[in-house]
């Protein structure tokens, strides 16, 4: 099999702009049997629209060499205090379920097959793993690992005894990271195009990660790629960082193919167990609404999954955002950051049309915010890009979408934004299967390509 590889690289400076290093392509000859090879020893690892003007593509080029890693041995402990107790009993689970629980072994059955395929998962062990990533983003552990949750009342004080205000939630809205990371964009359920990412990119147990949401819908393994993701959450901690999208919202999941592929994979008898994937369904959505809605990388780079709003004055907005997020419309901002779009026609924050939520932003405000908050650069995905990461605003805005060949029409490339410890930027992009051999019967067939830079995806 043949690859070849374009690394495109962007020192970014405190004054935002870029030094281009563009180096040769490379070519590297392979024959292999399976697509993912991370977790098993091997060679040494690698270091919706938009008119198709708003953003330049890229050259197209497709993934490296495939890394390698070892999967470290997980050790999950129990919970047994009674707010576990209470977990237990809300979604049929019982405490000898949660000790018998082994993520490291959910982890290497999502692995082991070698290619994306659907893989059968017992309810328990799903509501299981929910209740351990609900509790990591309710209670996150500190630098020195113990919970940072508001401590109990103590016993007799009117606390204790009166019904007041709860705590402000200690779930974080905006996540603090440094570089070394690599930033990926929309997955929706393409597990054959996560297995890659790990594959191309390195081993989420050795590199970190930042995932800009929209893990589930469209694609046909959703539930293989939220399952993953959120046991490497629990598992590696400090590599995988996992933002919200708008796909994360329950109005949106109900409706495009999460919800329908819980009450199809989880049947009982010849019909579907509805009590089963709703619960399920359920859980999720709980564990939804306290995901981080935003990143900013070394201080310099921040990061979401929709857009920038006018309600972003500065960091500390981000931070305010009250968790648990049920509904996008409940917090103007947090709609925004999930939701807004760049557009080239735009002039300031416009209502978004085409979505009917939200705004669309032009050069001028991604100028204004990046001066505003002290940064370089924002990256975001929630939009297909022919190449897979595509510029805007005289790139200060990087669009990025990781899953290939997106809807049937499109060839679509996914990519990788990688940052080095230096904030230079490189890109590995992965084709879709089969895309010269469509590339040609198009071109056959008229020469004309009616594929779209971008595109919006709900």
């Keep these: 099999m043949r690859s070849h590889t374009t690394h495109t690289h962007y020192s970014i400076t405190t004054q935002g702009t870029y030094h ?105 062990d799903v509501h299981i793993l929910l209740n351990r990533v609900f509790k990591y983003y309710t209670c996150p552990p500190d630098k020195k690992g113990s919970s940072t949750g508001p401590p ?40 054959n195009d996560l297995l890659r990412i790990f594959n191309s990119c390195g081993a989420p147990t050795k590199n970190q990660y930042l995932f800009l949401g929209d893990y589930i819908d469209r694609g046909r393994h959703s539930l293989e790629v939220i399952i993953l993701l959120f046991a490497l959450k629990l598992a590696v901690p400090k590599k995988v960082h996992l933002l919200r999208g708008n796909h994360e919202l329950k109005a949106i999941n109900k409706n495009y193919g999460f919800y329908g592929e819980l009450k199809t994979r989880f049947r009982c008898g010849a019909g579907t167990n509805t009590g089963v994937a709703e619960r399920l369904y359920a859980h999720f959505n709980q564990v939804f609404s306290y995901m981080p809605l935003a990143a900013i990388v070394s201080k310099r780079i921040l990061c979401m999954h929709g857009g920038i ?59 204004d915010l990046c001066k505003r908050l002290d940064i370089d650069l924002i990256v975001r995905a929630h939009q297909v890009v022919e190449y897979g990461y595509a510029f805007f605003a005289d790139r200060r805005l990087i669009t990025v979408f990781s899953a290939s060949r997106y809807q049937d029409e499109l060839h679509n490339y996914a990519a990788v934004v990688i940052v080095n410890r230096m904030l230079e930027l490189s890109f590995v992009q992965l084709k879709p ?19 779209q830079v971008t595109a919006n995806t709900n």
């Design 20 to 124: 281009l290093l563009l180096q040769n392509n490379e070519c590297f000859e392979s024959e292999s049997t399976t697509i993912f090879h991370c977790f098993t020893p091997s060679t040494t690892p690698s270091a919706n629209a938009p008119s198709p003007a708003t953003q330049t593509p890229p050259p197209p080029a497709a993934p490296s060499t495939i890394p390698s890693a070892t999967l470290p041995t997980a050790k999950p402990t129990a919970d047994t205090n009674k707010e576990g107790a209470s977990d237990f009993n809300q979604w049929n689970i019982t405490e000898a379920d949660e000790k018998g629980f082994k993520l490291s072994q959910l982890i290497k059955k999502l692995l082991k097959q070698g290619t994306a395929k659907a893989v059968p998962f017992e309810q328990k």
């Design 152 to 191: 109990p009342p103590p016993p007799g004080s009117a606390s204790a005894t009166t019904s007041v205000t709860p705590p402000k939630s200690p779930a974080q809205p905006l996540l603090e990271l440094q570089a070394p990371i690599n930033i990926c964009g929309d997955t929706h359920g393409q597990y």
């Design 309 to 367: 709003s006018p309600h972003l004055r500065t960091l500390d907005d981000i931070r305010g955002i009250g968790l648990p997020l049920e509904t996008a419309k409940s917090n103007p901002l947090a709609c925004d950051l999930l939701w807004a779009d760049p557009e080239k026609t735009a002039n300031g924050f416009e209502p978004n049309k085409i979505r009917a939520i939200s705004h669309i932003f032009g050069k001028k405000e991604v100028d």
């Design 433 to 451: 299967e089969e895309f010269e051999k469509r590339r040609e019967e198009q071109d056959k067939a008229g020469g004309a390509n009616q594929e």
